[in-house]
C-alpha cells in the first residue's frame, strides 16, 4: 500500500516566503535615464530582490565549463593573436554563473547586470581577483570602442533590447571578437515510470498557474532561441549540450520559486504566501507514488542548452 505523506510542512516556509516577497522589487516602474520619464519595467527587473538572488543563487542549474570554452573556441578559431583573450564581458551576470567559468581564461572578466542585489551576490561569492562586478546595462556598456574580445549572455539575452544591445556589441567588440548567447530550455523532469505524470504537471504549472506572468522574451526560450536575432552573418547555432541536475523535491520547488513568471504572479498575488507551490510539490509528490520523505526524493532535471555565436567581421 502506497502511503501518501503530507509534505506541505518540507519545503521551507522561510524560503517561500522570501520567494514571494521577491515580488517586492516593488521597482516595476523606475525613471528612464534617457529622457526622465518613469515607465513599466516589469520586462527585466525581476531578480532585485537580495533574497531573490540567493535562491537564485542556490537553486539555479550552475553552467558547465564545456559551455565556454566552446565560446572560447570560436573566439580563437580565426584570431589566434595572444590579446585575442584579453577582455571578457558577462552581460546579464546574475549571481556570476558564468562569469568565474571565464575568470582563468581571460586576463580580465568583467560581469555585469542591471540588478544591484544580484551584483552584491556575485562580488560576495567571487574567487578570482581579476573579475570585476559591475551593476550597468547590456545597451550601455562602460568601455572604449573595440576593446572586448568575447561578449557572453547566459539566461539574459531575451531579456534586451535587441537593436541597441547589437549596435553596442559592434561598438565594444574588436574586429573578429565574438557574442556568444546562451541559455537552457524548459527542464525535462525523469523519475522511475512517473516521468511523463511529473512533466505534465510542471508544464500545466508553467502554461496554465503562471499563465500571463510571463515576459515576451519567454518565447524565445520557448523556440529554443531558434528565432533570437544575431547581429553578424558568419554565426553558429550548437544544440548538442544538455545540463542535468539531481534535486530533491522541495530544491526542484526551490528552482521553480526563482522563474521570472513565479516572481511575477507573487506579485499579482500577494495574498498566496507559498500556497501554489505547496499545492505543486503536494501533486509532484503525489505522483511519484513513493513512500520516501520528499527530501530524500531524487529528480534527475534535464535541461536542453542553446548556443548561439556570433563573429564581428575583420573590418
Ligand atoms: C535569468 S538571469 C541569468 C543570470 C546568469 N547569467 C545565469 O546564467 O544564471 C537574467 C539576468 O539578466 C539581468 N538583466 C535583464 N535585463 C538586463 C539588461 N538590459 N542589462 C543587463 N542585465 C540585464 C537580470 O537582472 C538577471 O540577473
Not at 584570431?79 to 558564468?98: E, F, I, P, R, Y
Not at 539575452?157 to 548567447?181: I, M, Q, T
Not at 520547488?253 to 511575477?264: A, K
Not at 505543486?280 to 534527475?300: C, G, H, N, V, W
Request: proline share 4%; with cysteine; net charge neutral.
Amino acid at each position: 500500500m502506497i502511503v501518501r505523506r503530507n509534505i506541505a510542512g518540507l519545503l521551507r516556509l522561510s524560503d517561500l516566503a522570501a520567494a514571494n516577497r521577491a515580488h517586492g522589487i516593488n521597482q516595476l516602474t523606475q525613471v528612464d535615464e534617457h529622457n526622465g520619464s518613469a515607465r513599466w519595467t516589469m520586462s527585466n527587473r525581476m531578480f532585485e530582490a537580495a533574497d531573490h538572488a540567493k535562491l537564485y543563487h542556490k537553486f539555479r542549474p550552475k553552467w558547465s565549463p564545456e559551455i565556454v570554452n566552446k565560446a572560447v573556441s570560436f573566439v580563437i578559431e580565426k584570431n589566434s593573436k595572444s590579446t585575442s583573450l584579453h577582455h571578457a564581458v558577462d552581460l546579464g551576470c546574475g549571481t556570476g554563473q558564468t562569469t568565474e567559468i571565464l575568470a582563468p581564461l581571460f586576463q580580465r572578466v568583467t560581469g555585469i547586470d542591471i540588478s544591484a542585489t544580484q551584483i552584491a551576490q556575485a562580488a560576495a561569492n567571487s574567487k578570482y581577483s581579476n573579475v570585476q562586478y559591475t551593476v550597468g546595462r547590456a545597451e550601455n556598456m562602460p568601455f572604449p570602442d573595440g576593446s572586448i574580445d568575447l561578449v557572453t549572455c547566459a539566461t539574459a539575452a531575451h531579456w534586451f533590447d535587441f537593436p541597441k544591445f547589437h549596435k553596442e556589441v559592434n561598438r565594444v567588440l574588436k574586429p573578429l571578437g565574438c557574442l556568444a548567447v546562451y541559455c537552457y530550455g524548459m527542464s525535462y523532469l525523469h523519475y522511475e515510470d512517473c516521468t511523463d505524470e511529473l512533466n505534465r504537471i510542471v508544464w500545466q504549472f508553467y502554461k496554465g498557474s503562471l499563465q500571463g506572468c510571463w515576459n515576451k522574451g519567454q518565447q524565445f526560450i520557448d523556440n529554443d532561441y531558434r528565432d533570437l536575432p544575431m547581429p553578424y552573418e558568419d554565426t553558429e547555432r550548437d544544440y548538442s549540450m544538455s545540463i542535468k541536475v539531481d534535486y530533491t523535491l522541495p530544491e526542484f520547488i526551490g528552482y521553480l520559486s526563482t522563474w521570472s513568471g513565479y516572481q511575477e504572479y507573487c506579485r499579482r498575488h500577494p495574498e498566496d504566501q507559498g500556497a501554489l507551490l505547496q499545492s505543486l510539490q503536494q501533486r509532484l509528490y503525489d505522483s511519484a507514488k513513493t513512500t520516501k520523505p520528499a527530501e530524500e526524493l531524487i529528480f534527475r532535471a534535464s535541461f536542453p542548452v542553446f548556443l548561439l555565436m556570433s563573429r564581428k567581421p575583420e573590418q
